[in-house]
């Protein structure tokens, strides 16, 4: 890769950023396609964010920028103009840079989770999923699942009026979906997901009761370091049939670059 005064910037903020895997999926996307581009790793303190937000409006050879962790509820409040979907689930996970300084964000969590599924030949028409966590990834996920057919979503989160907000959120769009708060029980389900960040560190406990698994069921994961999570490890045990992380954000990958017009200005 080799910097010039042309090269266009993109960025991915987070905090803490070390554990990304964006810089190496976008890099290696930016050496495919011969773009003059680079993906560079920023950690910002969400007391920080909205004055960073600020400064990336003048920088003037930013393309744009993947916001993840802990930031991508409050990005989608900090952008000058979000695209429907982001409107809806309330988050944004990528944002352009217009030419004129604007910020305009968009989510594809939830759309990188189900294309991620289908890449694994896991159908979800009529699936009963259990959804663990009501943050920012969790938000998308529910709107994209139920937007890909599945039967019934029970939501559960350590803090339930979150998974309560999430479901008065979706009814109205669903009204005909079995749509409810969950336990940390999976008994019952044919697919589980975990999308809290627990099992992002070695002393996380389960997300859920996962000695409950039995082998017809999949469980998804969305942590991608580390790549087999504590709650899959079980899960393989169990002989269930396991999703790992990465396949969500490399289902992305195409689609970010595009939306943030990258090697296109
Ligand atoms: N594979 C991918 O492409 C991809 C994409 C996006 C995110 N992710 C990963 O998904 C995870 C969640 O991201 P996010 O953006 O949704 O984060 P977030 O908005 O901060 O939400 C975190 C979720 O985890 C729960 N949680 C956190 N600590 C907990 C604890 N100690 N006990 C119980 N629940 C706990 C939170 O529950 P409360 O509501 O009670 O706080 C919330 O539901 C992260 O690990 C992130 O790296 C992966």
Redo the contacts with the bound molecule.
Sequence with gaps: MDITGQTRICAIVADPVQ???APQLINAWVDKKCVNAVLVPMQVAPAELASWAQAMRGLKNLDGFIA???H??AMCDLCDEVSPAAALVG?V?IVRRDPDGRLIGHIL?GE??VAGLRRSNIALEGKRVML?????????IAFALMAAGVAALAIY???TA?AQELIDRLKPIYPSGELTLATDSPVGFDLIVN??????SET??L?FRAYQLVATQIVAE????PALTPVLAVAQEKGCTVQF?????EC?IDLMADFMRLGQR
């Design positions: 554990q990304v895997k993840t962790v802990p991508k509820i988050a996970n969590d990188g989770f663990c966590g009501a943050g920012g990834a969790a938000n998308a989160n350590r803090t979150k999308a809290t960040s627990l099992g992002m996380d406990p997300p969305i942590i991608m370091k992380g990465l396949p969500m954000l992305q």
